[in-house]
């Protein structure tokens, strides 16, 4: 997969790019993410990106030229991205959104900023995408968020195809279950005893028991959800 990400911050990706599995991800080929600086495609020697809104009103708007002509530049060759905008007010980012972004082969990415793009160029997006009902900054926090959760799904990104199975929402948007490690007690509180049985058949139900209780605690839509839909087994109705 390829990644373009449009921002007037490029800086703030540093960091994210270079470290952990991300990190390593770009590195070793797997996937290919450039971050482009939206100035570098003005044409004033002030680098001009935003300006005041028509109509009036707070704040600046991002102009639409010098993305446009990012847009242009970055599709000459290959395949076309699937373009994405981050904004407050986008469509939800949820797991079933990371699982069919990280299908296609290409994204881009433009990080809304200031008091946002001008209208047009959403003519260039497929998807406005809100990471949640807040107002950052910037888009590029978000961007982030996204491309975290839709790179790690990529095949040969994470190393253990089971950590994909086993993540929170993997399996029909149950949460995870319950995780420890050694010691097998620290500080009076210890860990299942069942975990440390070996016996993976009742290791495996004491898991997806506690899946359950903690979606149907936490998240009890999610299981009416499954339940009208028919998608949870008699054992785990009981
Ligand atoms: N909530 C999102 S995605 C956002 C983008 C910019 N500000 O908030």
Same mark, same amino acid.
């Not at 296609?104 to 497929?126: A, F, Q, W």
């Not at 949640?132 to 996204?146: H, N, R, S």
């Not at 253990?160 to 509180?189: I, K, Q």
């Not at 359950?212 to 339940?227: A, G, Q, V």
């Given at each position: 997969?390829?990644?373009?990400?449009?921002?007037?911050?490029?800086?703030?990706?540093?960091?994210?790019?270079?470290?952990?599995?991300?990190?390593?991800?770009?590195?070793?080929? *797997?996937?290919?993410?450039?971050?482009?600086?939206?100035?570098? !495609?003005?044409?004033?020697?002030? +680098?001009?990106?935003?300006?005041?809104?028509? =109509? $009036?009103?707070?704040?600046?708007?991002?102009?639409?030229?010098?993305?446009?002509?990012?847009?242009?530049?970055?599709? *000459?060759?290959?395949?076309?991205?699937? &373009?994405?905008?981050?904004?407050?007010? $986008?469509? *939800? !980012?949820?797991?079933?959104?990371?699982?069919?972004?990280?299908?296609?082969?290409?994204?881009?990415?433009?990080?809304? +900023?200031?008091?946002?793009?001008?209208? +047009?160029?959403?003519?260039?997006?497929? +998807?406005?995408?809100?990471?949640?009902?807040? &107002?950052?900054?910037?888009?590029?926090?978000?961007?982030?968020?996204?491309?975290?959760?839709?790179?790690?799904?990529?095949?040969?990104?994470?190393?253990?195809?089971?950590?994909?199975?086993?993540?929170?929402?993997?399996?029909? =948007?149950?949460? =995870?279950?319950?995780?420890?490690?050694?010691?097998?007690? !620290? @500080?009076?509180?210890?860990?299942?005893?069942?975990?440390?049985? $070996?016996?993976?058949?009742?290791?495996?139900?004491?898991?997806?028991?506690?899946?359950?209780?903690?979606?149907?605690?936490? @998240?009890?839509?999610?299981?009416?959800?499954?339940?009208?839909?028919?998608?949870?087994?008699?054992?785990?109705?009981?």
């Amino acid at each position: 997969m390829r990644i373009d990400v449009l921002t007037v911050l490029p800086g703030l990706f540093d960091c994210f790019l270079k470290e952990g599995v991300i990190g390593k991800a770009i590195s070793s080929g *797997k996937v290919e993410v450039k971050v482009h600086n939206i100035r570098d !495609f003005t044409t004033d020697k002030h +680098r001009v990106v935003d300006d005041v809104p028509y =109509g $009036g009103g707070p704040g600046m708007v991002l102009k639409p030229e010098p993305i446009f002509r990012a847009y242009d530049e970055l599709t *000459k060759e290959g395949e076309k991205p699937y &373009v994405l905008l981050t904004e407050p007010w $986008g469509e *939800k !980012f949820n797991q079933e959104m990371a699982v069919e972004l990280s299908k296609k082969p290409r994204l881009m990415i433009i990080c809304g +900023r200031y008091e946002g793009v001008d209208e +047009r160029v959403k003519s260039l997006v497929d +998807r406005e995408v809100s990471i949640g009902d807040y &107002v950052l900054t910037g888009g590029e926090l978000p961007a982030m968020v996204i491309m975290d959760a839709v790179l790690r799904l990529i095949p040969g990104v994470l190393g253990n195809l089971e950590s994909l199975r086993a993540d929170s929402f993997s399996d029909r =948007g149950l949460l =995870g279950y319950p995780n420890y490690t050694r010691p097998a007690e !620290f @500080r009076g509180m210890k860990v299942p005893e069942v975990l440390l049985s $070996g016996h993976h058949k009742k290791i495996e139900s004491w898991r997806k028991e506690q899946s359950l209780r903690k979606t149907l605690e936490r @998240r009890p839509e999610i299981i009416e959800n499954l339940k009208r839909k028919g998608l949870l087994t008699k054992e785990e109705l009981e």
